[in-house]
């Protein structure tokens, strides 16, 4: 069974690299010029090593005559102007086919240094987040703004990794935090708290269960500004971040997108020393759509393409207010999506003839399988029953669900240093979702939540600005590191996170 499951995981890495590769094939690549460069220079040596191998042959071998000497000799000349005409045609070749740089127009060239600031006296930082943006969406449709911003900033070429689970809340306070979720404590949506037996939602704005420090403290503990238009835990008062009026909305979803990225430019209008250094701006768009129909329909190529123009919005108007090459434009999402139709399901009722699996003992179903047997129980009892079941072949699907005592997760997973998790977990397989019982309920659309490692649950992220080297590609990432990144881009001292102290370092320019 491990093995299946790690072959199954190996198959859907391959898969994830296909999608990947026929995106990356319709790009401009220096493969074809590679390949050129390969075919020239073999040829090139064969006709260098012909001329060289007839001199040596042609001085060895003594020569009878003064007269075929000529004639050799005129031969000698012929060949070697011959030879190096090739070789003058081959490096004119290899010299004109040298890759060229992903963008070859002038603004697109690349800069050693961090550029400097021309308006605003301060480095701004606008950190967007496109929620359930998968990656691979911005292939979909034209998305010019955004491909403005890819082609004049800095991009992870395969996405953004999310952490585990690929869920919204967990992964806002991430990219807010740099903590994993058993660090930062929001370890789900929604969970229930072992000792106070309180349950935690995602309107929870008590300081008790948001841990850690999110960038609104940090920026404000050093003494400068931050704005947050919708992000989860920033309604949240810890330490001297107070949720301050006119500086941080509080969760509306009618607010329509227009009124946010307005509400967000409306800042540059102040004063200088009023513009906040640190901004956040929330689009519920397009995970809303992807759990209604998944990542495959037309709604979601609209809702992308919708999301394209609200950043056109917001490029538009920093230009306007000549300060667009000033700010730094973090464009992520929080995870990605994948479809949940086909009957993907399993249901625990059906391991009951090995475990009851009461639905009291239940946290969460799905996509996170969170079980809390009560006292009396054995967990580790509990976790060799169920995966008896689920391994027994007699179990709808069962082979798609693996369930683990906490501590034996992946350590990859970084899932099991809070009692806020539960002690049994249960991954399930992309795509599948786990029930307590059969209904009638047919239930077609999208999810998250998986494990991070698989690809649908990828997302973006897009830097753009004075400190991030245009046209370039950076390997895919966990987002615990954009949090020293934004410190970084903000120069003020930060938290300690799970992020790491080398990241900022290797993505952004030195200063100049
Ligand atoms: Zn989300």
């Not at 079980?371 to 029953?385: C, H, L, Q, T």
Request: with cysteine.
């Amino acid at each position: 069974m491990i093995v299946n499951l790690e072959r199954r995981k190996q198959q859907q890495d391959t898969m994830g690299s296909d999608p990947m590769s026929a995106l990356s094939s319709t790009k401009p690549t220096p493969i074809p010029t590679q390949e050129q460069d390969e075919q020239d220079s073999p040829s090139s040596k064969a006709l260098l090593s012909f001329s060289t191998d007839s001199s040596l042959s042609l001085s060895s071998s003594p020569s009878p005559s003064s007269c075929s000497q000529k004639a050799l000799f005129i031969i000698l000349i012929l060949t070697t102007c011959v030879a190096l005409s090739a070789s003058f045609a081959f490096a004119f070749l290899f010299f004109s086919s040298k890759p060229l740089p992903p963008n070859p127009s002038p603004t697109h060239t690349p800069s050693l240094l961090s550029r400097p600031l021309t308006k605003l006296k301060r480095p701004v930082v606008i950190l967007v987040s496109s929620d359930g943006f998968r990656f691979g969406y911005q292939f979909k449709t034209p998305t010019p703004h955004i491909s403005r911003l890819i082609s004049n900033g800095t991009e992870a070429e395969t996405g953004l990794i999310p952490v585990f689970p690929s869920l919204t809340f967990p992964n806002h306070y991430s990219i807010a935090t740099g903590l994993y979720p058993a660090f930062h404590g929001i370890i789900n949506n929604r969970f229930k708290d072992p000792l106070s037996g309180q349950e935690f939602y995602m309107g929870s704005h008590d300081p008790k269960w948001w841990l850690g420090e999110p960038l609104w403290e940090t920026v404000v503990k050093n003494g400068l500004k931050a704005a947050t238009y919708f992000w989860p835990g920033s309604e949240v008062n810890k330490g001297p971040w107070t949720c301050p009026l006119s500086y941080c909305m509080h969760y509306n979803a009618s607010v329509s997108f227009e009124d946010r990225v307005d509400a967000v430019l409306g800042y540059f209008d102040l004063p200088s020393d009023q513009i906040p250094d640190f901004m956040t701006l929330y689009f519920e768009d397009p995970d809303h759509q992807g759990h209604k129909v998944g990542a495959d329909d037309p709604q979601i190529t609209q809702a992308v393409a919708r999301i394209d123009s609200m950043m056109g919005r917001l490029i538009k108007g920093l230009e306007e207010r000549g300060v667009f090459e000033d700010v730094s434009v973090i464009m992520v999402g929080d995870h990605g999506m994948v479809g949940t139709c086909d009957k993907k399901l399993i249901f625990l009722d059906d391991l009951a003839p090995w475990v009851d699996v009461n639905v009291d003992w239940v946290v969460t179903h799905t996509p996170v399988l969170a079980v809390r047997p009560p006292s009396g129980y054995d967990p580790k009892e509990v976790v060799a029953k169920m995966n008896e079941g689920l391994r027994s072949g007699k179990v709808e699907n069962g082979k798609f669900l693996r369930v683990y005592l906490k501590e034996d997760l992946p350590s990859r997973l970084h899932y099991s240093a809070s009692d806020r998790i539960a002690p049994i977990i249960g991954l399930i397989e992309e795509g599948f979702k786990v029930e307590q019982k059969r209904t009638k309920r047919q239930e077609c659309g999208g999810s998250h939540g998986y494990d991070n490692a698989v690809f649908s649950m990828r997302t973006i992220f897009i830097g753009h600005g004075p400190q991030f080297a245009r046209g370039r590609k950076i390997p895919s990432f966990e987002n615990v590191e954009i949090y020293n990144l934004i410190i970084s881009i903000l120069k003020i001292k930060g938290a300690p996170n799970n992020g790491s102290a080398s990241f900022a370092q290797s993505v952004l320019l030195p200063a100049a």
